[in-house]
């Protein structure tokens, strides 16, 4: 089945440590997305990447970082940086150049700090 | 630049009742506009899509949603409630293809309960 993956789903964190959340889609999508989702706050961009090895700094970029280094896949970072981490993580992609950018949506991972 | 409002962070309705979700928008280019449901710790999903064409455009499980460009609005309906609609509803607004600006902006999103 084509889809978009991530993992883990609950994703521990101790003050301190960097944590990287895993996000793979083989939909051959060009785009992928990652946004932060806090309660009552809707969803905020944190990356997006149009292309291998090229990405753009979105809305709350800070204290986070990505790579992009095959098309399938696109893992974020969350560095000591971030101050607040505890939020659900959702990973999104899309084609482009057609006309029809819907972005399609993985099932998310929780972070939590310990 | 683009923004969502929706209407009601939070809205209730009776299992057979009308469904009516507020979303209005501002973008200064014609918009693509979208709808997602999420239900609890789960991803996005989308309901439907306006791009061009018709206004009133119709997704999955019943539920439609109309373009009206004077009033810069997208609202969700669905005629008769049912059980399984109880979920999280996200209007989102995008910038028309041509533009460099491929990415999605969300309003915070109506939690929708359906009473018994």
């Known amino acids: 089945d084509g889809g978009i993956t991530q993992s883990p789903k609950y994703l521990f964190r101790k003050e301190g440590q960097n944590v990287t959340l895993s996000c793979e889609q083989n939909?051959?999508?060009?785009?992928m997305y990652w946004y932060r989702q806090d309660p009552g706050q809707g969803l905020r961009l944190i990356y997006y990447?149009?292309?291998?090895?090229?990405?753009q700094k979105g809305d709350i970029a800070e204290g986070y970082s990505v790579s992009r280094e095959k098309k399938e896949s696109f893992p974020l970072t969350v560095t000591s940086a971030q101050k607040n981490p505890t939020a659900f993580y959702l990973c999104?992609?899309?084609?482009?150049?057609?006309?029809?950018?819907?972005?399609?949506f993985g099932p998310g991972t929780r972070l939590l700090v310990l | 630049a683009q923004s969502v409002t929706q209407l009601g962070s939070h809205v209730s309705v009776s299992e057979g009742a009308l469904v009516l979700l507020r979303c209005n928008y501002s973008?200064?280019?014609?918009?693509?506009l979208f709808w997602y449901v999420q239900y609890p710790n789960q991803g996005l999903q989308l309901l439907l899509k306006?791009?061009?064409?018709?206004?009133l455009v119709k997704g999955i499980n019943g539920f439609e949603a109309e373009f009206k460009k004077s009033e810069t609005s997208f609202h969700l309906t669905k005629p008769s409630a049912h059980m399984s609609d109880a979920a999280e509803y996200f209007c989102?607004?995008?910038?028309?293809?041509?533009?460099?600006?491929?990415?999605?902006?969300f309003g915070k999103g109506t939690l929708l309960t359906v009473n018994p």
């Open positions: 999104a992609s899309s084609i482009l150049g057609q006309g029809e950018e819907t972005q399609y």
């Open positions: 939909l051959n999508h060009d785009a």
């Open positions: 990447s149009q292309i291998v090895n090229d990405f």
């Open positions: 973008s200064s280019v014609p918009p693509y």
């Open positions: 306006y791009t061009t064409g018709a206004t």
């Open positions: 989102a607004v995008s910038l028309h293809p041509g533009g460099s600006n491929y990415k999605l902006t």
